[in-house]
């Protein structure tokens, strides 16, 4: 391990509220160590700004080990910043060199209006998730665990949908702002698992009409929703996605249920 | 006021069954007259407001994050523990129960512990159904690993990301419920007081984090599902929002505290770099089944290593101190978490620590590599081995990797009853904010199913017993007790805008963090103990006179979200220096330097300390009521463990 | 609404537009390009002209040009509208733009690739459909004779065709038809014409090196054991073939 500091240059993008417009504001970032990660280096930012009376930056962030989903930022105009296959909380400062200037943004997309400065509302990922998102079963009165064998090949491929941390960065990446990486995610998870056939064709239907309610774009098949993605979701589940709705609106009885 | 832990009567295996059936059930038809509060969305908070909406309730939810998914739960890494026997190696309901108490350190309830064990094969039938993809096996069935504390094969996962998946279980089974327009979701939201009506708990306050709105939410009774306090020590595995405000406050309004002290502090995480340091990240404990942890054997050669004038691989193996396989021969690395911690502590306070803070272990590779192969290991391990080199920019198969204890969870929390309900009838605590289920210690794989069975299994039975016994009329929002408390609220919120000094919050709260992790951290005694309660009065009124909150509460506001959590942490804090100061003796997490074996083990006082000990606000800057309830065990006998 | 109708108003089902009508227009290519290959035949386009008299006028191919006509149409028309959407999802453009670091420039640039290639289609039939359509192409007469097989091609006046004739007399076959291959002769002749031809197959290759992969996944049909086939025929027939052998028609005529 080496560490050394350097000096940065931020131009971030500052927006007091949903309302009012937003603007870059270029800040210096002084005695940055390579060892700090991405969100550490800003609150060194927010540690000096506060000392100086100014409002700190306000960024979404929780975990910082890379699984909630909570961290954003559009940097140097890729979503968690250069790497692939990690979030903002997981990249270190030693992906970037003394001097750099470094441009932050947040998601851009309709239907994930800025809150203030880099805080997005991704709460139509919320609503695309109740529409259909789950299968429907109370609490007790199932059958044991066992009583449903699933061939690992299936529940392997369910897992590797199920692994979306719904951190936005495929709207992000999408010249779109397309959230059909996501949703098709979601919607794939349950298609793929025994569990989830009974209402199959109905959540596809659901799942993309509350996406569509939502204003995000329509797939142009870039993938660089897939190569952003920070845990590796795969474009094929878009495909199964398409599948499953097509086949749902043109030859299955089951509709949505409001 | 005697503490009424409403244990049932009867053996230990039927006391849970005569139990459900002795509560009295809300009819279908009055269900939906009743609201009942949730504050967390994580594993307990979500599987209890989606079970009882599904019962036919109205739940409201309350989350600062922004959606109910990205509660901490989420990070879980390993797995969850059921008894469920699948794979014939001698498991049982009782075993578990039997692992659980025993890794606590006999701390714990044994009803409570019991039921636990009893409900976990429902959860895991529970999370299949829902879709969970947990690992399985080629003939479909879901596979089992082994985990510390036990040694039978009884822990589900899935992948390394078993609590992302059991949460989005949940989660989806809440918003079919929200869906279903059964469950109100309020996202960015903080609870700040609890609203109190003739004793009983009829509502809560809340800031809207985004708008800055303080509002009253009136419940027909208030579940807190808020998690840990781990962050107390500034650095921890815990998520950078988790705090203690929701119980914090639940206990200023008269919620017993119980056993703050017990802090789980898990060995193998990834060292603190520098002062920048926001977080600690945990490696998988499986890390040690194949790693060997040491030193260098002498103060001098460790301080060369620091230094950078020699290399890893200039020392000699002669002058490598395997200290943990020297200790205790006959479980070596394996060692459960507390007794590893406390000696990789001790063997960075002999001088003999590595890394440039001299504030690490190494953990190494070397041999397994050589036995088994780089592929093997990379197999096993290779994700853990992905997520050091992506921190450390350290490449763990070419040099040892280096680890040192970190804050992982708080074994401690809100005191309940065997309905869950804490000292103020209508208010219960679920998950990790109570303290019921894993003494002073917990084992691996069981916080997961804790959360899950207080939401999914417990509280679900247990709520209705309450709801019935206040009628089925609406809570009166005229009550003034709303009004004055959402007031009182936002003078606590004014008063924060108000400090304009010249320290950060986060200055006051790192500065919290040494104390307790220096003084209440993984060993304690009594000199260190007071030093740290004056140190922490001090920094109580340095926070008040000299820290600075910026901006106004009509916005997103960073510093003051920040305040107000840490606040509350300073005075935990001194509650949890006062805990450990009464609790003279070594247990689990808690160890007393005082109460030891001759070769420096943690030693238990049954006689005087197999206690709960529960906690009672009595005002700002008074000291706190002890109130013991006495653990009685009938079904496990007490001994004292032994890793030699 | 109906299911149908839901289907088609979704975005999902507008992508389903785009990839039949892409998918249907692909076909057409390979047909085109083969028919096309007359050209190349050194008998000064007595099976060309003869082909392109076929291709005008039998019922059902007459039948599958007015669904070409109508897909190109409805193609530019569902990229146009898709646009249009995907530019409200994101109102507030980015500071910083990716660029080829996480997608294809062809993937990301499909529009200006389609714009070019429907000026392209555009130019290209004001030159020969429009034309041939509207007697605006010269007249040839050919002569085999039966006996020897040899075959001699005369000019006809305007003033003398009335229309595509095949007769026989005195042991000589007559095919009176519209000179469309000396339009093409004619045509090629201009350079700058010949060179907006190959740039235009070159768009073409890029977008159907996208298009047509993209098309099966817009259909939702990725079956792994398949899929292989597509990208190949998406690159090597769709990317390659196909352009190539349409741009070697204008620079064949412009070098001959």
């Not at chain 2, 809440?174 to 109190?196: C, F, P, W």
């Not at chain 2, 063997?347 to 590599?369: P, Y």
């Not at chain 3, 670091?101 to 993937?107: E, F, M, P, T």
């Not at chain 3, 039939?125 to 359509?133: G, R």
Request: proline residues 3%.
């Amino acid at each position: 391990m080496s560490e050394t500091t350097m000096n940065l240059t931020l131009k971030i993008w500052r927006q007091k509220n949903q309302n009012e417009k937003g603007r870059f504001v270029t800040i210096e970032a002084k005695g940055i160590s390579t060892d700090m990660s991405f969100l550490e280096m800003l609150d060194v930012v927010n540690e000096d700004l506060t000392r100086k009376g100014e409002d700190p930056i306000y960024f979404d962030h929780d975990c910082r080990e890379g699984i909630c989903g909570m961290c954003s930022l559009y940097i140097n105009g890729q979503p968690h910043g250069p790497k692939h296959g990690t979030t903002t909380c997981q990249l270190h400062m030693r992906s970037f060199h003394d001097g750099q200037t470094i441009v932050i943004e947040p998601w851009r997309a309709a239907a994930f209006p800025v809150l203030k400065d880099l805080a997005v509302d991704r709460t139509a990922f919320d609503r695309i998730q109740q529409a259909g998102g789950y299968v429907s079963v109370n609490t007790g009165g199932v059958p044991d665990a066992n009583c449903l064998p699933i061939p690992k090949v299936k529940a392997d491929e369910a897992f590797e949908s199920a692994t979306c941390i719904g951190c936005g960065a495929c709207v992000a990446a999408c010249k779109n702002a397309s959230a059909m990486l996501f949703v098709s995610a979601k919607i794939s998870q349950y298609a793929l698992l025994p569990q989830g056939q009974a209402e199959r064709w109905s959540r596809a239907q659901a799942m993309v009409e509350q996406m569509d309610a939502e204003g995000f774009g329509a797939c142009t098949v870039t993938k660089a929703c897939e190569a952003e993605c920070p845990v590796g979701i795969k474009l094929t589940n878009i495909a199964r996605m398409n599948r499953d709705y097509f086949n749902a609106k043109f030859f299955k009885e089951e509709t949505v249920h409001h | 006021m005697i503490l009424d832990s409403k244990i049932p009567e009867g053996p230990l295996a039927e006391k849970w069954s005569r139990h459900k059936f002795n509560l009295k059930l809300v009819n279908p038809a009055n269900k939906r007259k009743f609201t009942i509060i949730v504050v967390g969305t994580g594993l307990a908070g979500a599987s209890a407001a989606a079970s009882l909406a599904e019962l036919g309730y109205n739940v409201k939810t309350f989350c600062y994050q922004d959606s109910p998914r990205r509660a901490h739960s989420i990070a879980a890494q390993g797995g969850i523990n059921a008894a469920k026997n699948y794979q014939n190696d001698g498991d049982s309901v009782f075993r578990l129960f039997y692992d659980t108490i025993k890794g606590g350190d006999y701390r714990a309830r044994e009803a409570n512990v019991y039921r636990l064990a009893e409900v976990s094969v429902n959860i895991i039938d529970q999370c299949v159904a829902q879709g969970v993809p947990f690992a399985r096996e080629y003939g479909g069935l879901l596979d089992n690993r082994s985990f510390g504390g036990a040694q039978v094969s009884r822990t589900f996962y899935a992948r390394g990301q078993t609590g992302q998946q059991l949460l989005l279980g949940a989660y989806s089974a809440l918003n079919r419920q929200i869906h279903a327009g059964k469950v109100t979701s309020y996202t960015r939201h903080e609870m700040l007081d609890v609203v109190m009506i003739d004793g009983h708990a009829k509502g809560i306050i809340t800031r809207d984090l985004k708008t800055g709105a303080i509002e009253s939410h009136e419940g027909h009774a208030v579940l807190l599902c808020t998690g840990g306090y781990g962050n107390v020590f500034f650095l921890s595995t815990n998520a950078m929002g988790c705090n203690v405000t929701a119980a914090w406050r639940a206990h200023k309004r008269g919620a017993y505290f119980a056993n703050p002290c017990y802090t789980q502090i898990h060995p193998t995480c990834i060292p603190v770099t520098g002062d920048h340091q926001s977080k600690l990240t945990l490696m998988s404990e499986s890390l040690r089944n194949d790693g060997r942890v040491w030193v260098p054997k002498t103060k001098e050669i460790a301080e060369k290593l620091r230094k950078g004038q020699i290399k890893i691989s200039d020392i000699k193996e002669e002058d490598r101190d395997y200290f943990l396989e020297r200790k205790y021969p006959s479980f070596g690395n394996l060692v459960p978490r507390d007794v590893a911690s406390r000696n990789a502590k001790q063997m960075a306070d002999e001088g003999r620590g590595v890394g440039a803070t001299g504030l690490a272990v190494f953990l190494d590779f070397a041999d397994a590599i050589k036995r088994l192969g780089e592929d093997t290991v990379r197999a096993k391990y290779g994700n853990l081995f992905d997520m050091y080199y992506q921190i450390t920019d350290e490449n763990p198969y070419k040099q040892p990797m280096r680890i040192y204890p970190a804050v992982h969870y708080t074994m401690g929390g809100l005191w309940v009853d065997y309905n869950l309900m804490t000292s103020i009838p209508g208010l219960y605590a679920l998950g990790e904010c109570n303290f019921s289920d894993h003494g002073a210690n917990r084992l691996g794989a069981s916080a997961l199913m804790q959360g899950l069975a207080d939401g999914y299994f417990v509280i679900p039975y247990t709520v209705g017993d309450y709801l019935t016994s206040l009628g089925f009329k609406p809570v009166d929002k005229s009550n003034p007790a709303f009004e004055q408390t959402r007031l009182e609220v936002e003078e606590n919120v004014n008063k924060l805008l108000s400090l304009k000094g010249s320290k950060t919050v986060d200055d006051i709260h790192k500065k919290l963090g040494h104390i307790m992790w220096e003084y209440c951290g993984m060993a304690r005694n009594e000199e260190g103990l007071m030093k740290a309660k004056g140190l922490i009065q001090e920094l109580k009124k340095e926070f008040w006179n000299d820290v600075t909150v910026l901006g106004e509460n009509e916005e997103l506001n960073l510093s003051l979200e920040k305040a107000g959590r840490v606040a509350d942490f300073i005075e935990l804090g001194e509650l949890m220096v006062d805990d450990a100061l009464n609790r003279r003796e070594s247990c689990g997490g808690h160890f007393r330097e005082e109460s030891a074996t001759a070769d420096g083990e943690a030693k238990r006082d049954d006689e005087h300390y197999a206690y709960v000990a529960a906690w009672e606000y009595t005002g700002d800057n008074q000291p706190e009521v002890l109130h013991k309830e006495p653990l009685v065990f009938e079904n496990v006998k007490l001994t004292q463990r032994s890793y030699k | 609404m109906s299911s149908f109708k839901e289907a088609f108003s979704s975005t999902l089902g507008k992508k389903l537009v785009m990839s039949l009508t892409g998918l249907f227009l692909c076909t057409f290519l390979i047909v085109h390009l083969i028919g096309n290959l007359q050209l190349f035949k050194n008998d000064e386009g007595f099976a060309f002209n003869q082909y392109a008299y076929f291709m005008t006028h039998f019922g059902p191919i007459k039948i599958v040009s007015y669904l070409l006509y109508a897909s190109i149409i409805i193609h530019a028309l569902y990229a146009l509208i898709l646009t249009l959407h995907n530019k409200k999802a994101r109102p507030i453009p980015y500071d910083q733009k990716p660029g080829n670091k996480n997608a294809a420039w062809n993937s990301r640039n499909m529009g200006i690739l389609g714009t070019v290639l429907l000026v392209f289609i555009a130019t290209h039939m004001a030159n020969f459909w429009w034309k041939f359509h509207n007697d605006q192409v010269p007249y040839i007469q050919y002569e085999t004779n039966i006996e020897t097989g040899q075959i001699s091609a005369i000019e006809m006046p305007a003033e003398e065709f009335t229309d595509y004739k095949e007769f026989s007399q005195d042991g000589v076959e007559y095919v009176q038809a519209r000179d469309l291959y000396k339009q093409v002769e004619f045509a090629f002749e201009n350079p700058i014409l010949v060179a907006f031809y190959v740039l235009a197959m070159v768009a073409l290759s890029f977008h159907l090196i996208h298009g047509f992969k993209s098309a099966f996944q817009s259909l939702g049909f990725d079956n792994k054991k398949w899929i292989p086939l597509v990208k190949f025929l998406g690159i090597y027939v769709f990317g390659v073939i196909i352009p190539i052998g349409f741009a070697a028609m204008p620079l064949y005529f412009f070098f001959k």
